[in-house]
């Protein structure tokens, strides 16, 4: 039986801050590092719990993704891999704010109850846990493991550092009895990758100029740019630099660099400049489960210098793209269907696929999908959570967020069905199986994410500008707005119409009337104390007036 003496001793070790209201967001809890101790502590138990319920392995991963290298954060994984289950969260809230370690055993054993948790000899619970390179994340994965190791019948793997689609993988990998090893992880992309590379469908055309180039990666200062050192040395063929890997002189963690700060601001990370024109660069999170492309093209005298973000959205019409042509040619060798919204395949029947997409997705990357792919694209609410599951219930389902979370999956009977026709010799089931092993579908990885990209401009013989060229996305402006009461505004399932106040949505109704192609929606941020403002139009100065106009509802 469980040892509550202990338990409570072990927990008076992290006592509770007081006045802080600990809330299990979108991204797990997320704060300045010397305020996580206690919080840490109690997701250890609480992964540790969720371990013995499910009777599998679970994860917990430290890390603050893009945020300053003061915050952390601790994020939990589902035994399958993905998120914590949506239903647990109320319990990591109660945990989190239990105010010592008396309350704080009321709290588990109400879980424990509710769970219908049981102990006994043959209860063997087991957490991977693994941190990023902030400076706090040895102490705090500490915490965790003594967290966990709190609980009677789970045992804590300390993994070290990974990135958070690492250890999300190798949690899946663990309950599907397979090595949840790094190498094993890189082992299995890489050979993902050259299968995908043999099977390309003529060798003999050259790729474009821009497409033969080498990638310049801005690995954030963090922990995927390690990773990445580690990935190439098994890629013979896929040339990549990799800038911004935190040694000496580069500066430090997500400051000025990395795939949120490149994405929001548009703008060269440190260490890249206009001598990199025309380059190919791609730039990660600080835990490298983001991933957007971009390059620059200097001014001549009939046209300005831009700066063109390869952001989520493109990255998912990219891979959609190539999907829906691997489907048509399974289908058809030769005739080019343009709708494939389902494709029917003999002997399976249809193959539904879907892209999943949030409100912030620009218009233009909707109306491709829609309209030059034919393919059918849902909304769901911000968090990749909400997306994940929303793809779940395709054949394949593509989801990515605009700033660059994201990948593909598939549904494991279409798998099994594509296994059992090998013996088709088509190129195409070759291609969508090894697809399957070299994205991770756990959760977006930007390390798989960008062997999938290369992957398919190499198949399309593609330069980065071909890539960006497939759409030009609609000008767009984000605000966001301070208000005393941010959950005062609610909206619906797809956060595109505000429900309350009712007036917000008639004013913002009558804002996006007045310009031509205007789209705009509000919401108030799962992350931060602020309610976000979204405008999409025809020109930048329109799109942002319509944002400007908009905000002025909401204060
Ligand atoms: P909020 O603060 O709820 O908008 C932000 C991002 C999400 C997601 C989460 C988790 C935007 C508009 N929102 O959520 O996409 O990444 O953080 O990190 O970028
Ligand atoms: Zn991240």
């Known amino acids: 039986e469980w040892d509550w003496e202990g338990f409570r001793h072990a927990a008076a070790a992290f ?8 809330s299990y967001g979108t991204a797990g809890f997320r704060l300045d590092a010397s305020l996580l101790a206690s919080t840490v502590f109690r997701a250890g138990v609480l992964a540790a719990l969720r371990s013995l319920s499910m009777k599998s392995a679970t ?6 993704s893009h945020n300053p290298a003061s915050d952390n ?13 949506m239903r647990w969260e109320p319990h990591a809230n109660a945990m989190a704010n ?28 087991k957490v991977l846990l693994a941190r990023d390179t902030r400076p706090s994340g040895q102490i705090l994965l500490a915490a965790a493991s003594q967290g966990v190791a709190a609980v009677a019948g789970v045992a804590p793997v300390d993994m070290g550092i990974l990135t958070t689609p690492q250890l999300h993988w190798m949690v899946c990998a663990l309950n599907k009895d397979q090595p949840a090893t790094e190498v094993n992880y890189y082992s299995h992309l890489s050979q993902a990758f050259r299968t995908l590379e043999q099977l390309r469908p003529d060798k003999s055309v050259r790729r474009s100029s821009l497409a033969s180039e080498s990638i310049i990666i801005d690995g954030a200062n963090g922990v995927g740019a390690l990773k990445l050192l580690q990935l190439q040395e098994l890629l013979e063929n896929l040339q990549f630099e990799v800038r911004n890997c935190g040694r000496a002189g580069e500066g430090g963690l997500n400051d000025g660099v990395g795939a949120d700060f490149v994405q929001k601001e548009k703008a060269f ?40 973000l390869l952001d989520g959205d493109k990255i998912s019409a990219l891979f959609a793209r190539f999907i829906r042509n691997q489907l048509q040619s399974l289908v058809e060798d030769v005739e080019e269907k343009p ?15 879907g892209v999943v997409q949030t409100a912030y997705a620009n218009g233009a990357s909707t109306k491709y999908l829609q309209q030059e792919l034919g393919l059918e694209v849902s909304l769901t609410s911000t968090g990749v959570k909400y997306l994940h599951e929303k793809a779940s219930e395709y054949d394949i389902g593509i989801y990515f967020e605009a700033n660059g979370h994201g990948t593909i999956l598939f549904r494991e009977e279409f798998l099994a ?18 697809v399957s092993e070299m994205i991770n579908q756990a959760v977006g990885d930007a390390l798989s994410g960008i062997l999938m990209v290369e992957i398919v401009l190499m198949y399309l013989g593609w330069s980065i500008q071909d890539w960006n060229d497939i759409y030009a996305d609609l000008p767009s402006k984000q605000l966001k707005v301070k208000v005393a ?15 309350y106040p009712s007036e917000l949505q008639k004013a913002i109704d009558t804002e996006v009337g007045k310009y031509d192609g205007g789209r705009s929606f509000v919401r108030p941020s799962g992350t931060e104390d602020i309610v976000r403002i979204y405008a999409e139009a025809t020109t930048q100065s329109t799109a942002d007036a319509l944002a400007q106009a908009v905000a002025f509802h909401v204060y």
Do not use: Q
């Open 15 to 22: 006592p509770k801050p007081s006045g802080i209201d600990f």
């Open 59 to 64: 994860g917990l991963v430290i890390t603050a």
């Open 73 to 85: 954060g601790v994020k939990l994984v589902d035994p399958g891999g993905g998120m914590l289950a």
């Open 98 to 125: 239990a105010s010592d370690e008396h309350a704080l055993t009321e709290v588990v054993r109400k879980i424990i109850k509710e769970e219908s948790i049981a102990f006994g000899d043959e209860s063997c619970g």
């Open 269 to 308: 990370p440190r260490n890249f400049d206009k001598s990199d024109a025309l380059k190919k660069c791609a730039s990660i999170d600080g835990d490298a489960d983001r991933l957007v492309y971009f390059y620059f093209i200097s001014s001549t005298i009939s046209s300005p210098s831009t700066f063109n």
């Open 339 to 353: 709708i494939i919204t389902t494709t029917l395949v003999a002997g399976y029947g249809d193959v539904r696929v």
């Open 417 to 434: 069905f594509l296994r059992t026709k090998h013996m088709w010799g088509k190129p195409s089931i070759h291609r969508l199986l090894a």
């Open 485 to 499: 009461n941010r959950a005062a505004i609610r909206t619906t399932a797809s956060e595109t119409k505000v429900v």
